[in-house]
Protein backbone atom coordinates (compact mmCIF):
# COMPACT_ATOMS: atom_id res chain seq x y z
CA UNK A 1 0.00 0.00 0.00
CA UNK A 2 1.52 3.44 -0.77
CA UNK A 3 0.42 6.37 -0.34
CA UNK A 4 -1.92 8.69 -3.10
CA UNK A 5 -0.27 11.82 -2.22
CA UNK A 6 3.56 11.01 -2.05
CA UNK A 7 3.84 7.75 -2.82
CA UNK A 8 5.55 6.79 0.32
CA UNK A 9 5.68 2.95 1.56
CA UNK A 10 2.49 2.25 4.19
CA UNK A 11 1.52 -0.28 6.57
CA UNK A 12 -0.96 -2.18 6.18
CA UNK A 13 -3.55 -0.66 9.05
CA UNK A 14 -2.28 2.91 9.23
CA UNK A 15 -4.83 5.75 8.67
CA UNK A 16 -2.56 8.42 8.00
CA UNK A 17 0.35 8.72 5.83
CA UNK A 18 3.59 8.76 8.23
CA UNK A 19 5.22 11.03 5.98
CA UNK A 20 3.05 13.79 4.56
CA UNK A 21 0.24 12.60 6.75
CA UNK A 22 -2.78 12.21 3.93
CA UNK A 23 -5.83 10.09 5.18
CA UNK A 24 -4.88 6.97 4.13
CA UNK A 25 -8.11 5.97 1.43
CA UNK A 26 -9.46 2.66 1.61
CA UNK A 27 -11.96 1.20 -0.81
CA UNK A 28 -14.59 1.15 1.72
CA UNK A 29 -14.32 5.07 2.71
CA UNK A 30 -14.53 5.57 -0.69
CA UNK A 31 -17.29 3.61 -1.38
CA UNK A 32 -18.65 5.39 1.99
CA UNK A 33 -17.79 9.03 0.43
CA UNK A 34 -19.44 7.94 -2.85
CA UNK A 35 -23.04 7.10 -1.56
CA UNK A 36 -22.85 10.29 1.30
CA UNK A 37 -21.76 12.26 -1.80
CA UNK A 38 -24.77 11.50 -3.76
CA UNK A 39 -27.21 11.82 -0.18
CA UNK A 40 -26.30 15.05 0.14
CA UNK A 41 -26.27 16.74 -3.38
CA UNK A 42 -29.14 16.39 -4.89
CA UNK A 43 -27.59 18.25 -8.25
CA UNK A 44 -25.22 14.93 -8.82
CA UNK A 45 -28.29 12.79 -8.40
CA UNK A 46 -30.10 15.12 -10.82
CA UNK A 47 -27.20 14.90 -13.09
CA UNK A 48 -27.19 11.20 -13.06
CA UNK A 49 -30.83 11.02 -13.49
CA UNK A 50 -31.03 12.79 -16.74
CA UNK A 51 -27.57 11.08 -18.16
CA UNK A 52 -29.77 7.73 -17.75
CA UNK A 53 -32.94 9.38 -19.01
CA UNK A 54 -30.96 10.71 -22.20
CA UNK A 55 -29.36 7.35 -22.96
CA UNK A 56 -32.41 5.21 -22.55
CA UNK A 57 -33.91 7.79 -25.06
CA UNK A 58 -31.04 7.50 -27.50
CA UNK A 59 -30.43 3.22 -27.07
CA UNK A 60 -34.27 3.27 -27.85
CA UNK A 61 -33.58 5.62 -30.87
CA UNK A 62 -30.26 3.31 -31.63
CA UNK A 63 -32.44 -0.37 -31.71
CA UNK A 64 -35.10 0.95 -33.82
CA UNK A 65 -32.45 2.47 -36.28
CA UNK A 66 -30.38 -1.01 -35.96
CA UNK A 67 -33.52 -3.35 -36.30
CA UNK A 68 -34.55 -1.34 -39.55
CA UNK A 69 -31.08 -1.17 -41.14
CA UNK A 70 -30.53 -4.86 -40.43
CA UNK A 71 -34.16 -5.47 -42.15
CA UNK A 72 -32.70 -3.85 -44.90
CA UNK A 73 -29.40 -5.40 -44.99
CA UNK A 74 -30.86 -8.98 -44.51
CA UNK A 75 -34.19 -8.49 -47.02
CA UNK A 76 -35.05 -12.00 -47.81
CA UNK A 77 -34.63 -13.30 -44.29
CA UNK A 78 -37.18 -10.64 -43.12
CA UNK A 79 -39.49 -11.37 -45.36
CA UNK A 80 -39.28 -15.29 -44.67
CA UNK A 81 -39.62 -14.36 -40.99
CA UNK A 82 -40.20 -11.01 -39.85
CA UNK A 83 -39.99 -11.56 -36.25
CA UNK A 84 -36.68 -14.34 -36.46
CA UNK A 85 -34.76 -12.61 -38.86
CA UNK A 86 -32.45 -10.37 -35.85
CA UNK A 87 -30.54 -12.89 -34.77
CA UNK A 88 -30.30 -12.55 -30.85
CA UNK A 89 -26.15 -12.65 -30.60
CA UNK A 90 -25.75 -10.33 -33.82
CA UNK A 91 -28.58 -7.85 -32.89
CA UNK A 92 -26.80 -6.40 -29.94
CA UNK A 93 -23.07 -6.45 -31.54
CA UNK A 94 -24.85 -4.44 -34.74
CA UNK A 95 -26.07 -2.03 -31.77
CA UNK A 96 -23.33 -1.59 -30.14
CA UNK A 97 -21.55 -0.61 -33.68
CA UNK A 98 -24.19 1.52 -34.39
CA UNK A 99 -24.17 3.39 -30.76
CA UNK A 100 -20.43 3.90 -31.16
CA UNK A 101 -20.79 5.40 -34.30
CA UNK A 102 -23.92 7.56 -33.50
CA UNK A 103 -22.79 9.27 -30.29
CA UNK A 104 -19.04 10.13 -31.92
CA UNK A 105 -20.87 11.54 -34.97
CA UNK A 106 -23.35 13.30 -32.85
CA UNK A 107 -20.83 14.73 -30.28
CA UNK A 108 -17.97 15.40 -32.92
CA UNK A 109 -20.48 17.51 -34.89
CA UNK A 110 -23.34 19.22 -32.70
CA UNK A 111 -21.63 18.22 -29.04
CA UNK A 112 -25.14 16.63 -28.02
CA UNK A 113 -27.07 13.68 -28.77
CA UNK A 114 -31.39 13.42 -29.50
CA UNK A 115 -31.46 12.06 -25.71
CA UNK A 116 -29.08 14.92 -23.97
CA UNK A 117 -30.94 17.54 -26.27
CA UNK A 118 -34.25 15.97 -24.55
CA UNK A 119 -32.32 16.41 -21.21
CA UNK A 120 -30.54 19.91 -21.91
CA UNK A 121 -27.35 18.59 -21.69
CA UNK A 122 -24.28 18.66 -23.76
CA UNK A 123 -20.48 17.47 -23.68
CA UNK A 124 -17.35 19.45 -23.81
CA UNK A 125 -14.28 19.50 -22.74
CA UNK A 126 -13.39 20.02 -19.33
CA UNK A 127 -12.06 23.90 -20.17
CA UNK A 128 -15.52 24.22 -22.09
CA UNK A 129 -15.06 23.55 -25.83
CA UNK A 130 -16.37 21.38 -28.28
CA UNK A 131 -15.28 17.96 -28.42
CA UNK A 132 -12.75 16.77 -30.99
CA UNK A 133 -13.24 13.51 -33.05
CA UNK A 134 -10.34 11.67 -31.03
CA UNK A 135 -12.31 13.18 -27.52
CA UNK A 136 -15.71 11.66 -28.52
CA UNK A 137 -14.05 8.18 -29.43
CA UNK A 138 -12.39 7.87 -26.61
CA UNK A 139 -15.28 8.70 -24.14
CA UNK A 140 -18.04 6.58 -26.57
CA UNK A 141 -15.90 3.65 -27.20
CA UNK A 142 -17.59 2.13 -23.90
CA UNK A 143 -21.17 1.72 -25.40
CA UNK A 144 -20.35 -0.61 -27.78
CA UNK A 145 -21.23 -2.93 -24.66
CA UNK A 146 -24.02 -2.40 -21.56
CA UNK A 147 -21.55 -3.88 -19.38
CA UNK A 148 -18.50 -1.98 -20.44
CA UNK A 149 -20.94 1.04 -20.03
CA UNK A 150 -21.28 0.12 -16.73
CA UNK A 151 -17.75 -0.56 -15.66
CA UNK A 152 -17.01 3.54 -17.43
CA UNK A 153 -19.81 4.84 -15.29
CA UNK A 154 -18.57 3.05 -11.89
CA UNK A 155 -14.89 3.26 -12.83
CA UNK A 156 -15.64 6.97 -13.24
CA UNK A 157 -17.61 8.12 -10.14
CA UNK A 158 -15.28 5.62 -8.19
CA UNK A 159 -12.10 7.07 -9.27
CA UNK A 160 -12.46 10.79 -10.57
CA UNK A 161 -12.74 13.78 -8.26
CA UNK A 162 -15.12 14.75 -10.41
CA UNK A 163 -18.34 12.64 -9.72
CA UNK A 164 -19.77 13.79 -12.93
CA UNK A 165 -17.10 12.31 -15.33
CA UNK A 166 -17.36 8.74 -16.79
CA UNK A 167 -13.47 6.88 -16.46
CA UNK A 168 -13.33 7.95 -20.43
CA UNK A 169 -14.45 10.90 -19.60
CA UNK A 170 -11.58 11.51 -17.35
CA UNK A 171 -9.23 9.81 -19.98
CA UNK A 172 -10.31 11.99 -22.48
CA UNK A 173 -10.68 15.12 -20.60
CA UNK A 174 -14.68 15.93 -21.20
CA UNK A 175 -17.24 16.35 -19.24
CA UNK A 176 -21.16 16.44 -19.59
CA UNK A 177 -23.03 19.97 -18.99
ZN1 LIG B 1 2.19 10.69 1.94
Same mark, same amino acid.
Given at each position: ?47 ? #??? %?? !? ?6 ? &? ?5 ? @??? +? ?27 ? #??? %?? !? ?6 ? &? ?5 ? @??? +? ?50 ? +??
Amino acid at each position: MYCSKCGEKLDENSKFCTKCGTPVTTAETKANNVVESFEKDPQLQDHW #IKR %VI !AYIIDSII &INIATGI @LLA +VALFPAFIANPFGYINVTSFPFASGIAAV #IYF %VV !AETVYGTS &IGKTFMM @LKV +VTVSGEKVTFEKAVIRNISKVYPVLLLLDVVGGVFATSDMRQKYSDQIANTK +VV
